[in-house]
């Protein structure tokens, strides 16, 4: 599997940006995929991931209700609405996918990973 991410960049707090993501995979089996984002100095947390058949979706506490994950099944594409951003925000995003559905939060489960894309939320 190869992702690529696009759509970071520069954004006052309080705006919206919409991250994607490109699969380029076998179109079988079961399959998810997530956002994870690393800040400076911190380790990677997960944002949000969703499975692809079934649509179903998890979120980190820190984004529920700013953050939203989305898929084009025909495009093989995931997106990650985000609105209201803050400066605690800031990070490189990337987004993963795995041939599971199980543990959708969990870093360690993820096989396959995209570059980063950064992501600045000014004060």
């Known amino acids: 599997v190869q992702l690529q991410a696009s759509g970071g960049g520069l954004v006052q707090a309080g705006g919206s940006l919409r991250l994607s993501c490109q699969a380029f995979?076998?179109?079988?089996?079961?399959?998810?995929m997530a956002w994870f984002r690393q800040a400076p100095g911190k380790e990677r947390e997960f944002v949000a991931a969703?499975?692809?058949?079934?649509?179903?979706?998890l979120y980190a506490n820190s984004v529920k209700g700013r953050f939203t994950i989305s898929k084009d099944n025909a495009a093989n594409t995931v997106y990650l609405q985000m609105n209201s951003l803050k400066p605690e925000d800031t990070a490189v995003y990337y987004c993963?996918?795995?041939?599971?559905?199980?543990?959708?939060?969990?870093?360690?489960?993820?096989?396959?990973w995209g570059q980063g894309t950064q992501v600045t939320v000014s004060s």
């Open positions: 995979r076998r179109t079988f089996g079961s399959y998810a």
């Open positions: 993963a996918a795995k041939y599971s559905t199980m543990k959708l939060g969990d870093e360690l489960d993820y096989n396959y």
């Open positions: 969703i499975t692809w058949s079934g649509g179903s979706t």
